[in-house]
């Protein structure tokens, strides 16, 4: 299967499209087995097309695909088991909650309709005694404003001190760790299609490779890798995968961070590659 494969890449997803008037984005899926973005009968129905254009044996392929939309089958359908389990008991934490609320309502109702029909004298010693404390407020408050503007002007000036000295440090911290990092090098098992894009610069690049691949640490990396046999050096660590299927990494201020289909679009504006 994988000599079959390397035939089709070698070929190219845009040569194979014109060819067989399959979408671009379908071949790609397919030659970089990536299934996430076909159904099941999608996949059928193009990998029959290719073997007919292309007089190839694809049997492997058709397997592995089958393989994976049966185990996102059976994903779906506990997924769905668990929704609605919780959609049951949110409906009656909502409808405890509103009874409640209804039983409180007319609590306060009553209590209100009960305290209008008190009538109280009215205390005016109460009110004399309330607009002396609001007078001495009022001279508390213009004392204490006064004094505000003169803290604030010597706090803005030790602000701006402690701004600039921050952003000096965060200069000086943003050298050094560019200084500390080592190339990223992705070492392949087997050939290895990888696509790499640049989110430093949006540069966007593919290739098939068998050996070593370099790229810059201080930049920020989106990668998208054909399989998952493969070693990556990253700062002197080794981080090792065996893996049939395909892998997606965001690089970022020396980490390494393995992403899901979703989240590699998502950062990738929407996009499989």
Do not use: C
């Not at 540069?203 to 070693?231: M, Y």
């Amino acid at each position: 299967m994988l000599k079959e494969m390397d035939s089709l890449r070698e070929i190219g997803a845009q040569k194979i499209s014109d060819d067989t008037h399959i979408a671009l984005k379908h071949v790609q899926s397919i030659i970089h087995e990536s299934f996430e973005d076909l159904d099941k009968i999608q996949f059928l129905g193009f990998v029959s097309i290719l073997q007919r254009e292309y007089n190839k044996d694809l049997s492997s392929l058709r397997e592995k695909g089958l393989e994976y939309f049966a185990s996102v089958k059976v994903e779906d359908s506990e997924n769905k088991e668990v929704f609605v389990t919780k959609k049951s008991n949110a409906v009656i934490i909502y409808f405890l909650i509103a009874l409640a609320i209804f039983v409180v309502a007319i609590y306060y109702s009553f209590e209100f309709n009960t305290q209008k029909n008190v009538h109280e004298p009215i205390d005016n010693s109460v009110i004399e005694s309330a607009t002396k404390n609001l007078t001495t407020l009022k001279k508390a408050v213009e004392i204490a404003s006064d004094k505000n503007v003169t803290d604030k002007n010597s706090s803005d000036k030790n602000i701006t001190k402690t701004k600039i000295n921050t952003v000096k440090k965060l200069e000086i911290s943003k050298e050094i760790i560019n200084k500390k990092l080592s190339p990223i090098i992705i070492l392949p098992k087997s050939k290895l299609w990888i696509g790499y894009i640049d989110k430093t610069d949006n540069i966007k690049k593919q290739t098939v490779i068998s050996h070593k691949l370099e790229l810059n640490p201080n930049k920020e990396w989106l990668l998208s890798l054909g399989h998952g046999f493969v070693d990556i050096n990253l700062n002197g660590k080794v981080i090792s995968s065996r893996s049939a299927h395909n892998l997606r990494f965001r690089y970022k201020d020396g980490k390494l961070e393995k992403l899901t289909l979703k989240a590699f679009k998502k950062l990738n504006k929407g996009r499989l590659w």
